[in-house]
């Protein structure tokens, strides 16, 4: 049934697009920076465990955790050394920093990678449930959205450091009135 393979599909990268979602509306909804550079960190990910895989013969999903930690040290530099100098302005300009800083990281990508369609195949099997077939890559990569997802969840909900983004988020200033260093969360 067409139908049912469809839905199933539309699940499972929906569960893709809603981790990819949280973490831009946790930016937006903290920051107030709305960053244009979320989707380019993606595309440049997604290169990074290609030539990992290709290159050096590392797995995708051990390789996953040091590309993670790589993007997480850029993302850093970016916000102290750019982003936090302009946070307290006009959206507008934070938008066009995060659009003209994703314009470099495009381009770069670009020059540097081509625009050539490249693929991971991990080859993990499908699994069969009657006209249904899923790749058990899939599977993997929608379980993994749907537990970090989760595992954020838990972090605003149940610790002091999530309890701080939850109400830097709510409002700043009262937030800075009860002692949370603002410009450090």
């Known amino acids: 049934m067409d139908v049912l393979q469809i839905l199933v599909n539309g699940l499972m990268l929906g569960a893709l697009y809603a981790c990819i979602a949280v973490g831009f509306s946790l930016v937006w909804g903290v920051l107030n920076v709305i960053n244009m550079l979320h989707g380019s960190f993606i595309v440049l990910g997604g ?17 996953l955790v040091g590309i993670a930690a790589m993007l997480f040290a850029l993302g850093w530099v970016l916000q102290y050394g750019l982003i936090n100098h302009i946070v307290a302005r006009p959206v507008l300009t934070t938008l066009t920093l995060t659009f003209g800083l994703d314009m470099i990281v495009y381009n770069v990508m670009t020059l540097a990678f081509t625009a050539t369609p490249r693929r991971i195949a991990l080859d993990l099997g499908v699994l069969h449930a009657s006209d249904v077939v899923v790749p058990v890559d899939r599977i993997i990569a929608m379980v993994l959205a749907l537990v970090l997802t989760g595992l954020l969840f838990l972090l605003l909900r149940t610790s002091s450091l999530g309890r701080a983004i939850v109400a830097v988020r709510m409002d700043r200033d009262a937030a800075s009135l009860m002692g949370i260093r603002v410009e450090r969360i």
């Open 47 to 63: 290169y990074l465990a290609f030539f990992a895989w290709r290159d050096l013969g590392l797995h995708p999903l051990i390789s």
